[in-house]
């Protein structure tokens, strides 16, 4: 078992080899020549236990500890200060706690309730250019768009740059040429562009604020002073690589799973109420966020294993969605599947704060499919990234038939 080798991750997420996993204790996974910083870890793949080390953030935490010097939610280490301990979600409490209680108005079901008929009709005007191409990428002409028109709004982003960003998150987050951990010059020069754009769009919010999550960042204050600029440069790549990657992934594997699960799509087209229970089992079947780590902060125990302070520990949210124990026949795709208590979206105190922007979004492209399209016919395999962080797609070429008179 090699979890740091991305070439396993090629064709997606390995479900036979995490099957055999959850069948034993948390393991200890040895470093091998893939493997950042040299270093073994643990792995935790059955839903109780990663249920139990997500809730316990004291023992298990997002930043870093335990004499570490470095930290994060990723198996390599981020540096502390850098981005453990300053990105939203590589912070524990109290800091994270009202750093968090900060944005969560912005992003809250209320807030988002006045975007439900913008979303809509962004998402309808996305499918029906699509279905006018015929034959499009899904991924790039309808997946990737919404959530990108949505996370630029929400941020106050010029609609006309968001291409750019998407290019730049693209090419940090993608590992086609190189190992985890490890950065070129195509990355480091993404990076970089990224972040003088954060550096400006930053200042503009600063001189002139909108109504947006930004501003809100940038005038707000945590522990009765403003965030840091570091702090708020590291919110805008975390919002623009959280809001524009998982999204589009969920929905575009959740199309491959419609495709590949006919008497789904056709149960769903008939009785489109059925949508609410497809998104939840859409998000536990692609769990697009395959793993998190934590960092152990005191000697504990953890289902058997015995855990040292500092040693790394990796959550699978996309294992403990496929454990038996709480998913009746686990790997059956049943959009009717009630009750569904998945981890895609993680839990305890770093919950994702996008779920219900996520599942908006999930809603709006998904009625929208089932108003304007008939058929979905692949015209080649789709390309999957190479990669253990997301599990997703770059492109997935299809044939749309449009819902037309006479057709159902
Ligand atoms: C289907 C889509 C999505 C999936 C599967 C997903 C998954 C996750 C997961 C598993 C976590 C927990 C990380 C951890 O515990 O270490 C998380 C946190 C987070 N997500 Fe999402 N996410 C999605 C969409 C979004 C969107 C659309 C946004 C924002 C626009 C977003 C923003 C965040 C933020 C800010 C956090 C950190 C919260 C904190 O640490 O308090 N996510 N997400």
Known sequence: MDLTDLDLFADGFPHPLFDELRGGPVVWHEPTEHTPGGEGFWVVTRYADVLAAASDPAVFSSAGGGGRAGGGTL???????????VLLNMMDAPRHTRFRRLLAPCLSPRALHALRDDLQARADGIVRAAVAKGECDLL??????????????????????????????????????????ESTERTRAAAAEMSAYGTALLARKRADPGDDLLSVAVHGTVDGGPLTELEQQMLFHLLIAAGS??????????????????????????DPSLLPSAIEEILRWTSTTPYNRRTVTRPTTLNGAALSPGDKITLWWASANRDPSVFPAPHTFDITRTPNPHLA??????????????????????????????????????????TNKHTGLRHMPVLLTPTGPGRA
């Open 345 to 386: 979206f993680g839990r305890g105190p770093h919950f994702c704060l996008g779920a219900p922007l996520a599942r908006l979004e999930l809603h709006a492209l998904l009625t929208s499919f089932l108003t304007h399209i008939t058929a979905l016919t692949p015209t080649a395999p789709p390309t999957f990234t190479r």
């Open 245 to 270: 990657e998982t999204t589009r992934n969920t929905f575009a594997l959740g199309v491959q799973a419609l495709i590949d699960h006919p008497s789904a799509w056709h149960a769903l087209k008939a």
């Open 140 to 181: 790039v002409d309808v997946a990737a768009e919404l959530p990108l028109q949505a996370v630029a709004h929400l941020l106050g982003v010029p609609q006309e740059d968001r291409h750019r960003l998407l290019a730049w998150a693209n090419t940090t987050l993608d590992h086609a040429d190189r190992d985890l951990g």
């Open 75 to 85: 198996i390599e280490d981020l540096p502390a200060g850098f981005a453990a301990g």
